[in-house]
């Protein structure tokens, strides 16, 4: 009998609770904050009203996109769950780890004591509810995707990521005969992505008929009901800087440029400081180097052949900086750097030693990429495997290499030692202006960058950029490096 009312109670709250804000509060257990509610509000109006209307939302990163979505899709499922072919098709860019972990957290919103035992996953993709279904897709554009038609909802998760013609032919046709309500679900990031360009088809159809379509959500409007999210992003803008792409894109929801010059006026100034050119390290300085071996592959494009870098004339690039901890965060000031030109890597070894304990460095980058192998290795038998941090550039890598040292360009933790009218500085601000970048498509986020005139190159910017290699450091783990007293060596004579 007790079982019997309990049954009762939850089949008669399955037509009372066609709300929401009642569904987030007593079913999910986890209450929609009011940003969320307001996009779950007005897809439940379009798919219950039949309006077949297209949305696009972009909230800020952790602001709670997947959680609307798992919730909004539980209280479709429970309203439909009586109506055969009640149906919703979802896409993300793949399968695993994202259509997994949109799998995982809608069974969790499920898995509560109104419909605990009622639903059931089939064909490991596939979740049911009575008699409504709701099919998760990959939407790589090598996916293989059966016909499936989504009467009450079509969604797109991380849509800044799927490749626009695999939306338009396979998943967009899918909510045609019914006229199905679509939701775009993302962050923002460059202009030509598919939902880039939806938020800008669906602000023409806002201007026109006044219905809204477009719904942003950036970190300062989350924080407004989540204080402590305002303090964990402010953290984020204060560790990768205002301007850093990811702080413009995943928080502030601004797009970034799809290519272009990779350090404007703005991040050059910042990146200028007013120190002096050094020569030799001062007591109780901690410094580190950085080091660009001449004649390396260093971008490969996956899937591609290798594109090498235009020759270099067999020019490598050292930079020596300075480190300072300030609030737990390494910022590095550029005291010095050099450029060798046609020097044999077994010429090159001893120097590189010499400056290496002269500086007494604590760590010491070098690009171990094909011919540079050797040299590293010889460097770290000599210094510590330690002190010496051996890198090896491929697309992935130097795509990450690039991201960190923007990070710390526009975080203000990047200074370069004040003009001194010398070759090599000059010839570092020349390589700055230009450096270019391209941002690919993809969830990937790569960025392919360099400098593509060969009359110019870029060994000082990668050589700077190597610092970004060191960003996993901790360094109050460090002392001063043990390294043997360092030779006595001059300057006028050309020892350097």
């Known amino acids: 009998m007790f079982d019997g009312l309990i049954a009762w109670i939850k089949s008669a709250a399955r037509w009372w609770m066609r709300d929401i804000r009642l569904f987030s509060r007593i079913v999910a257990r986890r209450p929609l904050r009011s940003y969320q509610l307001e996009v779950a509000q007005a897809i439940v109006d379009s798919v219950v009203n039949g309006r077949g209307l297209t949305f696009a939302v972009a909230m800020s990163r952790q602001a709670g996109k997947n959680e609307t979505q798992a919730q909004l899709e539980a209280f479709l499922l429970n309203w439909y ?3 055969p072919g009640a149906q919703i098709v979802k896409a993300a860019p793949t399968f695993k780890p994202q259509t997994i972990n949109s799998l995982m957290r809608l069974e969790r919103t499920l898995s509560t004591f109104w419909t605990q035992g009622q639903w059931r996953r089939e064909h490991g993709y596939i979740v049911r509810l009575g008699q409504a279904r709701i ?11 059966v016909g499936a038609t989504a009467s009450l909802l079509l969604e797109c998760d991380e849509a800044q990521d799927v490749v626009e013609e695999k939306w338009n032919k396979d998943f967009r046709p899918m909510a045609a005969a019914t006229n199905a309500t ?15 360009k939806a938020i800008r088809s669906l602000r023409q159809l806002e201007a026109q008929d006044g219905v809204r379509r477009v719904f942003l959500v950036p970190w300062e409007r989350a924080a407004q009901d989540n204080p402590a999210y305002g303090v964990y992003v402010r953290g984020e803008i204060a560790r990768l800087g205002r301007n850093h792409p990811l702080i413009k894109t995943q928080y502030f929801l601004e797009e970034i ?4 010059g990779m350090f404007p006026e703005q991040r050059q100034a910042q990146m200028k400081g007013d120190h002096p050119r050094r020569y030799e390290p001062e007591e109780g300085k901690r410094y580190v180097m950085t080091i660009d071996v001449a004649g ?6 996956e899937g591609a ?10 020019s490598t690039a050292l930079l020596v900086a300075e480190v ?21 890597h077994a010429d090159l070894f001893c120097t590189l030693l010499d400056l290496a304990r002269l500086w007494r460095a604590e760590k010491v980058v070098i690009d171990a990429t094909g011919v ?18 051996k890198f090896i550039f491929t697309a992935r890598a130097k795509s990450d290499l690039g991201w960190s040292f923007l990070a710390i360009c526009d975080s203000g933790r990047y200074k370069e030692y004040g003009p001194d009218g010398l070759e090599d500085t000059t010839a570092f601000w020349q390589q700055v202006d230009e450096c270019e970048y391209e941002v690919l498509d993809g969830p990937a986020k790569m960025m392919r960058w360099g400098v593509e005139d060969p009359t110019i190159h870029d060994d000082l910017v990668i050589s700077a950029a190597l610092l970004g290699a060191l960003e996993g450091e901790d360094w109050t783990a460090y002392s001063p490096a043990a390294i043997v007293e360092a030779p006595v060596l001059d300057w006028d004579a050309g020892d350097f």
């Open 182 to 196: 679509t939701v775009l679900w993302g962050t923002v990031w460059t202009s030509r992505t598919l939902l880039g």
């Open 324 to 344: 300072v901890t300030e609030r737990g965060q390494p910022h590095y000031r550029v005291v010095n750097r050099r450029l060798w030109t046609g020097t044999k």
């Open 135 to 145: 099919l998760f897709f990959s939407a790589q554009p090598g996916a293989n995707v």
């Open 305 to 314: 052949e290798l594109r090498e870098r235009e020759p270099r004339k067999d």
């Open 296 to 301: 390396e592959t260093e971008e490969a494009i």
């Open 81 to 83: 769950r009586s109506s």
């Open 372 to 389: 540079g192998a050797g040299l590293a290795s010889f460097l770290a038998a000599e210094l510590g495997e330690r002190v010496v941090q």
């Open 257 to 260: 440029d799809a290519e272009g």
